[in-house]
């Protein structure tokens, strides 16, 4: 098994621009979810997936839209790039199982935007 | 809501010293408490993880991390570290109950360096 993947690794944006993070899982887990890590305060968490069809906000969703259109595949859009945006983006699955179910975490994708 | 606190946000030790990594959480409801470490440039992995049941919990490489319910804390330890654990630690906790599935809150991290 790859695990959990995310493409790019890194990318660089002009403000105003859009782009969308990748992330697939063939673990066949229900649940994906989105982070953000910022210097001194962890990871936050933007959106969240119980299945294909189905996501919900998490704590910090503004500026980010997601899509669930199969098990495998989780992508975050960043309509708008602004350098608030600036962060790594990490994308995590688990089983629904419940908040007991270990979470899987991709390698993360480095964000800067000018 | 919950929220927690990682006391420290860098730890240097010096090779085959003790560690110990505070954690300190605040919740209005039961929890689940764990511990993800960070290697530079790659995604967490989870360290360990505690549940229910015995309050001491281990990981396969030495790390251990005690549940006190009293003082809302779940500091992890190591008797011995060595320089491959030089890395970041994430505390988190989540929702024992209801349908908070796998949302993790997490702590700020604490950034553990080992120096020979």
């Known amino acids: 098994n790859a695990g959990v993947t995310q493409t790019p690794k890194f990318q660089v944006l002009k403000t105003g621009q859009s782009m969308t993070l990748q992330c697939a899982q063939d673990?066949?887990?229900?649940?994906m979810s989105w982070y953000r890590q910022d210097p001194g305060m962890g990871l936050r968490l933007i959106h969240y997936s119980v299945g294909a069809g189905i996501t919900d906000q998490g704590e910090v969703p503004n500026g980010y839209n997601v899509s669930r259109s199969t098990t495998e595949d989780f992508p975050l859009r960043l309509l708008s790039a602004a350098p608030s945006q600036t962060s790594v983006y990490f994308c995590?699955?688990?089983?629904?199982?419940?908040?007991?179910?270990?979470?899987?975490f991709g390698p993360g994708t480095r964000l800067l935007v000018l | 809501a919950q929220s927690v606190t990682q006391l420290d946000s860098q730890v240097p030790v010096f090779e085959e010293a003790p560690v110990e990594l505070r954690c300190n959480y605040s919740s209005s409801v039961s929890v689940y408490l764990f511990w993800y470490v960070q290697y530079p440039n790659q995604g967490l992995q989870l360290l360990l993880k505690?549940?229910?049941?015995?309050?001491l919990v281990k990981s396969i490489n030495g790390f251990e991390a005690e549940f006190n319910k009293s003082q809302t804390s779940f500091h992890l330890r190591k008797p011995s570290v060595h320089i491959s654990d030089t890395a970041e630690y994430f505390c988190a906790v989540s929702d024992a109950g209801g349908t908070s599935y796998g949302k993790l809150t997490f702590g700020q991290g604490t950034i553990l360096t080992v120096h020979p």
């Open positions: 505690y549940l229910s049941g015995s309050t």
């Open positions: 995590a699955s688990s089983y629904l199982g419940g908040s007991q179910e270990t979470q899987y």
């Open positions: 673990m066949n887990h229900e649940y």
